[in-house]
C-alpha cells in the first residue's frame, strides 16, 4: 500500500533520513521505532511531502507521490496526524473537524461528525468549546478525529500516547485496533516499545535515518541486542 | 449638541469604506501573510471603475449595481494579481512578497492614468439620496446617513462569511497553520486566490461606495495606504471586529480633528496608533504572533560567510574603477553616483536591522530625514560647520533611534513595521507643520559644504569615503560577536536568551546603530543637495529603501548595495519615458519572479551552481 524506497531527506546541510526503505501493507498496522532524534517525524513528513526529500521515491496505493504538493497527498487518502497535534486553537471543535472534512472515498469507512463523537465521546460534551480550550488527551484526540474526517484509507500517528495519562493511552490503543478492524492501514511511530506491541502487527525500527530492524515483535525479542541499541527501554 | 452629532455620523458615514478596505487587507494579511501594498491601488481602481459603469447604467438601481459590479471587477483584478504576481513567489522569504505589490502600484497607477486619464473625477451623486437631512439643526447628507445604515449590513455579511461558512472556517484555520491546512487536503492555492478575490473585492467596493463622497483621483492608493495600515494595526492584524472599531475610532477622531484642531490632523491617526500599541502591542482584537506557528516552510538561513580572496579582489577593482569616475568629466555622471553611494548607506544600514536583526522597518526614513534635518538645523541656526555636522548628525539620529527603538522593540513582525511608521510619521507630519523652525513645506535650502568639499569632484571622493566607510563599518558589526548575537536573537531568541544573551538590549543597540548610520547617509545627501524637504521623511522614501534591500537580497550583504544600486538606476534611466511607472513595476515585478532571492541573492546562488564561486563563499 505505502512503499518508501531510499529516502534521503534534509534540514539544510543536516542529513536526517538516510536511503531510508520500507513497505507497509494494507490492513497493516505497522509501529515506527527509534530513539528521539531518530527521523521518525521526518520521515512522516517525508511522506507528507511537508518536507521534501532529495532523492528516493514514496508509492502510495501503486501511484508514485514524491513529487505531488502535499494537499495532494492528503485527498489521495493519507491522513497525517502531527505529533504536536496542530489543532486550530482558535475553532472551536466542530470547525476543527471541519477543516478536516473530505467527500466519502471508496472502500474505506466514512466519519461523519457523530460517527466522530460517538468514538470520542469526550469530544462530544465540548464540540462548541475552543480548541485552546481542551486538555492535552483531548486535544490529541481532536487531532486524530480531524484527520478522520478525510476519510484516510492510510494514517500516520506520530506518537499519538506521548504526554498523556495512562488511562487515555489505553483507549487510545483500543481506538486504534478499532479503526484496525474497520480496515485502516496504520503506521504509528512511538518510543513505547509497551503501547506498539498491543497495536501493532509489525515493526521498524530506525537510528539516524536508517532502517535497522523490520520484522513482528517476536523477532524482536529474540534480538534484545537489536532493540538495547536502538531503543531506549 | 447638533454639530457634535453631524460630526459623529460624518465620521460613522466614512468608517464604512474604511472599514470595507482594511478588512480586505486584513483577510489578505492573515491568510496569505502577504502585507499587501497594493490595497490601495485596488481600493482606487474600484472608484474608478464604479464611475465608468454609473456612467453606462441609470437611476438608483444603476447606482448600486454599478457599486457592486465595481467590487466584482476588482475581486477579478485581485485574482489576477494573484495569480500572475504572487503564486510564484510564495516560497520566497517572509515579506519579500510587499516588493511584488508596490511593483502592482506602479502599474494600477499607469493603467489608470492611460484608461481615465489625470483629471480628478467628480463622484455621481446617488439617485434618491441627493439632499441633506437637518438633524438638530445642522445638515447631514442623506448618502452618509444611508452608508452609516449599509454599515450593519456589511458587518452582518462579512460576520457570516467568516464564522458561519466552511470557506470562513477555511479562512480561520489557514490564518493560524496554513501547512496543517494543506496536511488536511485543503488546496491552499485556491484558498489564497479566493481570499485574493474577497480582500480585492472588499476593496473596490469600498472604493465604489466612496464615490459621492470623494470622486476618484489618481492619489487615492497612496492616500489610503497609511490609513488601512493603522486601522488593521490597531484593530489587530487578521480581526475583522477589531478593524471595524478601529475604523470607526479614526473616522470619527478624523472628523473632529478637522474642526477643533487642524493642525493636528496628519498626526492624530499615528498618535493614536503608537498608544494603542504601547498598551495592547498587538492591537485591540489581536493575538499575540507566535513564530512559526503558520507553518512556513523556507529554507533556513544561510549563514553569511566574511568575503574570500576573490570576493576582496572584486571590491577592490570595482572601488578603483568607481574611484576614476572623475576624470571622465561628466559631472552629471559623478552627480548620479553621489546619489547612489548615498541610498546604498541608506540600504545598507536598513538591512542590518532587517536582515541581521530580523527586524523589518517601515519607517526608516526616520533616520534618513532625521539626520539631514539634524545637519541642516545645525547649520541654519548654529552655523555649524560642515565637518562638525558629520560628527554631530548621526549621533543624534542615534538617540532619535534611542526613543523610537525604546518604544518599538518591544514589538515583533509586522506590529514592529507598523509602529515604526508610525513614529516616522509623527516625525515626518512635526517637520511639516512646524514651520517656523523646519520651514514646514518649503524645506530648508543653503546647506551647503564647506568650501574645501564644495567642488563636485571633492565631493564625489567625500561621498565615496563616508559612504562606503559607513558601509564598510556596518559589514564589520556583521561578522563581530555583537553581529553573531544579534542573529542568535534572530534565529531563536529562547536559545539565544539561555546562552546568556539579552536579545533584547542587542537588537535595542543595533536599531540604534543602523538609525546612525542612516543619519550618516542623510547628512550627507543634505550637503550633496544644499537643501531638504519633508519629503525626505515620507513613507515612500521608507519604501524606497525597503524595496532595494529586498530587490537587492535580504540574505546577502551585497543585497542592499546591488539593490539600492539598480533601483536609482532603473530610476534614472525610465523616469524620462512618459509611463516610466508602468516599465518600472513590470521590470520590478519580474526581477522578484525571476530572481525571488533578490538580485544579488539569486546571481551568487547562480555562480556557486556553475562553480564560479564556492559554495561556502556564498554570502
Ligand atoms: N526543522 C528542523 N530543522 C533542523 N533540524 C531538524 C528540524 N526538525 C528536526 N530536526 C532534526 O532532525 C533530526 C530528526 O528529527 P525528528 O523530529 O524526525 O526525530 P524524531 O524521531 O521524530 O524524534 P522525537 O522522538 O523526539 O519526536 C533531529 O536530530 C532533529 O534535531
Ligand atoms: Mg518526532
Redesign the interface.
Known sequence: MLELFDINSFYGKAHILNDLSFNIAHGEVVALLGRNGAGKTTTMKSIMQMVRPATGSVTFAGQDISKWPTHKIAKSGIGYVPEERRIFSDLTIVENLEVGRQSPREGVPTWSFDDLFDLFPNLAERRNNRGRALSGGEQQMLTIARTLMGNPSLLLLDEPSEGIAPIIVEQMAKTILELKSQGLTVLISEQNLHFARIVADRAVIIESGTNRFDGNFADLDSDPETRDAYLSV | MGPFIAQFLTGLANAAALFLVASGLSLIFGVTRIVNFAHGSFYMLGAFIGYTVMQLLPGAFGFWSSILVAGLAVGLIGVIVEMLVLRPIYRAPELFQLVATFGVILVIQDLALITWGAEDLLGPRAPGLKGVIRILGEPVPKYDLALIAITPFILFALWYLITKT?LG??V??A???R??????????SWLFTGVFFLGAMLAGLGGALQLPKGGADLLMDFNILASIFVVVVIGGMGSLPGAFIAAVLISVLNVFGVRYMPQSTLVLMYVVMAVVLIIKPYGLMG?KEVAGEH?Q?G??EQPFSPFGRRGRLIVAVLLIALATLPFLGSKFAMILAIDIIIVCLFAASLHFILSLGGLVSFGHAAFFGGGAYAAALMVHYAGSPMELAFVLAPIITGFLAIIIGWFCIRLTGVYFAMLTLAFSQLLWSLVFQWGEVTGGDDGMVSIWPSPWASDTTVFFYLTMIIGFGGILVLRHAAHSPFGYALRASRDSAGRAEATGINTKRVQFVAFTFAGAMAGLAGTLFVFSKGSIFPTELEIGKSFDALIMVFLGGVKTLAGPLVGASALSLMQDYLTRFEYWRLALGLLIIAVVIIAPEGIAGTSQKLAARWGIIRRDEVQ
Open positions: 466552511r472556517v477555511l480561520r484555520a490564518t493560524q497553520d501547512e496543517m491546512v494543506a496536511a488536511l487536503g485543503v488546496n491552499q493575538r507553518g516552510v529554507e533556513p
